[in-house]
Structures are given as structure tokens and as C-alpha cells.
């Protein structure tokens, strides 16, 4: 750099401060061009370590599924879904419940770094917001799972809440400061909580089914009051190393869970904030905090909605019925490996495997991406090839709809993402063991 020498000449020293300045500007730009390029590296190095965690977590939850089935009398890989209103109390009931309470996993294990979304949506079941909009629920003597666990119990680190001995939950009534508190502390602080959402295959496995002589079909034989093969009355439950040990389909394309979208407005937008502070019900001793989701947060879906077709008239993906709808078709195009994309009548209806569960939350080379874990013990990794955050394993949604539409259909167009030979989005991943005049 050149140094002035004021004792020149006017026009010399102006020369020279100019040469200085410019040389200034050139060195900040410089340094400035270096900054955002570290910058950038700093954050997609940060995002490719968050991704790193992701997929470990997902394969020590398929080692935790493992070890569930060795110990389960029906080797199942889980106890259920992650769900209150269908499964029970979500400290003993699910295969969130099934890694924690057996020691395969933590609280940080179930939760993907990258996902934004902390808290999983059924959680607001326990807080007791949403209204049972479940047709599929527990009914009957079923019901006392939902008693069973912290849900049944008036203490919790011997603190009782403000309600009525024996309503469970430490006595904390819904939708209040406390249960928020006891949500927060107990359930989301003990680990009973994920952003990683699970397929239908996991959880449920099959539909239960019947053979109709009359007509020579297949069809569905769960409640008729159930929105579609989605509860323990209208499939088989979870899946079972047995049922994967005589597959026709490959383990290794059978999805167990993957990263979580965001639940549905009008039933993952949190009422309250989830979090702990010294100040806090059941804070005692504890002076620490936690922030979970703020209030009007969205937080992140559940599960696969299951077997599902694009409905042309209302430009959404329709539910198969949990009672009475017929399989035949589905059965011997799967048998066949010729099935068509899912559309047409009800009499001829074929489906896929709603995917609107799962978010591309990855950055990747080749655009936004959804790590899974397989059956056979991998984790693999898909990307969003048309950057609507959402993978489409072969729905006909056409290119034409209006963005209100598009909003409400989840997928974009028609693209395959999921491709067969990678992803298995069928009904029956056992189509050989049913056998007969269907053939």
C-alpha cells in the first residue's frame, strides 16, 4: 500500500489518496467476498452434520425396533402408533414409548436436528386441545390403556396439580398452565416425543379383510365408522418380523419412518408454548429452562395417512374405506407387479401409500431431500426432484390446478420420486399368503 507524503504537491497527495482509497475498497470487497464464503460453508457444513445426526438417528431406531421384536412375544417391531386417542397413554403405548422405555434410545434420538418442528402433534391429545376427531379411537375395555402410565397417575416426582384425585395426569386438568408444565417436563423432557413420522406398514402392517362369495372380491372388514385402514379395528396392527420374513417385497424398500412434515393446520397449531422454566408447576427444585414450540407454532405429523388414490373430482388424495371396500384388483396387480396409478372407480380402485407424512428438510446437491429408514435395517435418503417438499410415489396429480388446490393436495404433478424399485407403496407386502379363486 503507498504512503502519503504531505509535503508533495496537492494534486500528488490527492493522487496518492486515491490510489488508497481505491486499494481500501478493494480489500474490503476482498474481505467481504471471504466472509460470505465462509459464511456459506459454516451453514452447509452445519446442515450436512445436522443430516449426519438425522441418519444415525434413524438407524438406532431401527436397531431399537429390532430389539423390540426379540423381546415381543409376536415380534412385532413396535407396540403401535405414536397416538393417544388410538393407541393409549404415549409413555407405554407406541414405538416412540417402546425405544425409550427399553433404553435404545433418548430424548435426542427421535428428534431430526434439521426439522424445525420439535414437538410431534398428537402431543396436544394430552394436553387435551384437540376434540376426539378420531372415528377409530379406543372403545371398549381398550379404553383402559388410556389410563395406564402418567395418564392414570396423580403424582409425578411426588408433586400433585390442582385438579381431582384420580383423573391421572398429576391431577392436572386439560388445557391448562400445569398440563402445558407436566407436556413439557414429563412427557417432551423424558423423550415420549419425535419429529419423525412413521408409515403405515410400521403400525399397521395389513388390512383385515374377508372374502365376499357372492361376487368373488376381497374386501375390507374393519368398522364402517373409521376414516380408512388407519386404527387397530380395521388391520392387523404392527408389523412383525414374521410378516417380513415371508414378504414378497424386498425389506430393503419397505419404509419404517422418515422426517416429519408439518401436521394439518386446523390440528397441529399449538394453543401454547412448550417449554419449562424455574417458574413452572412442576419445576421444584430445578432451575433450569427448555423451549420446546412457541404458541402458533405448527408441529409435525404422526404417520402415514395408509392406502390412499387421487380423487379427480375433489383434486385431493381420497382414503381407502376401512369397511367394504374391495381389494381384488389391488391383490392381482400387486401379484402381477402390473399395478396402474391409482385412480378410476370404486369397483376397480387401485392405491398407493399416501407419502404426505414425510418433508424433504435436507439440503442436497440435487434439491431438498427425506432421509427413511427401511425394514432391512438401512437409512436412505430421496430427493425432491420438482422442490415441493413432498415425494410423490406416482399419484396422476395433473400439472393444471390452481395453487389453492395445490396447497390442498400436498404433491405438485405427477413426478415419481419414489420410485417401485426403491420405495414399496402397495396395500399387501405379503400378496402370496392369500391364495384362491382371486387367482
Known amino acids: 500500500m503507498h504512503t502519503i507524503n ?28 471471504l466472509v460470505a464464503l465462509l459464511s456459506t460453508a459454516i451453514v452447509k457444513a452445519r446442515e450436512s452434520a445436522r443430516t449426519a445426526a438425522c441418519q444415525n438417528n434413524l ?24 397416538d393417544h386417542n388410538r393407541e393409549g397413554c404415549m409413555d407405554t403405548y407406541g414405538w416412540v414409548s417402546d425405544q425409550i422405555n427399553i433404553g435404545s434410545a433418548g430424548p435426542e434420538t427421535l428428534i431430526c436436528p434439521s426439522n424445525p418442528m420439535k414437538v410431534n402433534e398428537k402431543l396436544l391429545d394430552v394436553f387435551g386441545w384437540k376434540t376426539n376427531d378420531n372415528l377409530d379411537n379406543l372403545v371398549g375395555g381398550e379404553q383402559v390403556r388410556l389410563t395406564h402410565g402418567m395418564c392414570g397417575k396423580d403424582q409425578w416426582k411426588e408433586i400433585t396439580g390442582p385438579g381431582t384425585a384420580g383423573v391421572g395426569f398429576a391431577t392436572t386438568n386439560p388445557i391448562t398452565a400445569e398440563r402445558a408444565s407436566l407436556v413439557s417436563r414429563y412427557f ?23 372374502y365376499e362369495a357372492s361376487d368373488q372380491s376381497l374386501r375390507t372388514n374393519g368398522q364402517a365408522a373409521q376414516q380408512g385402514l388407519r386404527g387397530r379395528r380395521a388391520t392387523l396392527g404392527a408389523l412383525t418380523t414374521a410378516r417380513l420374513g415371508v414378504s414378497d417385497v424386498p425389506t430393503s424398500i419397505v419404509a419404517l419412518i422418515g422426517d416429519a412434515a408439518p401436521g394439518d393446520i386446523d390440528e397441529a397449531i399449538s394453543p401454547v408454548t412448550f417449554g419449562f422454566d424455574k417458574s413452572d408447576y412442576f419445576a421444584g427444585t430445578d432451575t433450569g429452562s427448555q423451549l420446546y414450540a412457541e404458541s402458533g407454532s405448527l408441529l409435525s405429523e404422526s404417520a402415514s395417512e395408509g392406502p390412499s388414490f387421487y380423487n379427480s373430482s375433489t383434486k385431493k388424495l381420497g382414503r381407502i374405506g376401512s369397511y367394504n371396500s374391495r381389494l381384488e384388483v389391488q391383490l392381482k396387480c400387486e401379484k402381477l407387479r402390473n399395478c396402474l396409478p391409482p385412480t378410476g372407480g370404486s369397483g376397480n380402485r387401485m392405491y398407493l401409500q399416501s407419502t404426505l407424512a414425510w418433508y424433504a428438510m435436507h439440503s442436497g446437491g440435487g434439491g431438498p431431500a427425506v432421509n427413511m429408514l427401511f425394514a432391512d435395517g438401512s437409512v436412505r435418503t430421496f430427493t425432491d426432484l420438482n422442490e415441493d417438499r413432498y415425494l410423490n410415489p406416482g399419484f396422476p396429480v395433473p400439472s393444471t390446478l390452481t395453487e389453492f388446490q395445490y396447497l390442498s393436495s400436498g404433491y405438485r404433478d405427477s413426478t415419481v420420486e419414489l420410485h417401485p424399485s426403491k420405495f414399496f407403496s402397495g396395500v399387501f407386502i405379503s400378496p402370496s399368503l392369500i391364495k384362491g379363486k382371486l387367482e
Not at 8 to 33: D, H, M, N
Open 6 to 33: 504531505l509535503q508533495r504537491s496537492p494534486a500528488v497527495v490527492r493522487r496518492q489518496l486515491g490510489f488508497t482509497l481505491i486499494e481500501l475498497l478493494v480489500v474490503i470487497a476482498i474481505i467481504a467476498l
Open 188 to 210: 417432551i423432557g423424558q423423550g415420549y416425543n419425535t419429529n419423525y413420522a412413521t408409515s403405515w406398514f410400521l403400525t399397521y402392517s395389513a388390512p383385515r379383510v374377508r
Open 59 to 82: 438407524r438406532q431406531s431401527g436397531i431399537g425396533m429390532f430389539l423390540h421384536a426379540s423381546r415381543d412375544s409376536g415380534g412385532r417391531l413396535c407396540s403401535g402408533l405414536f
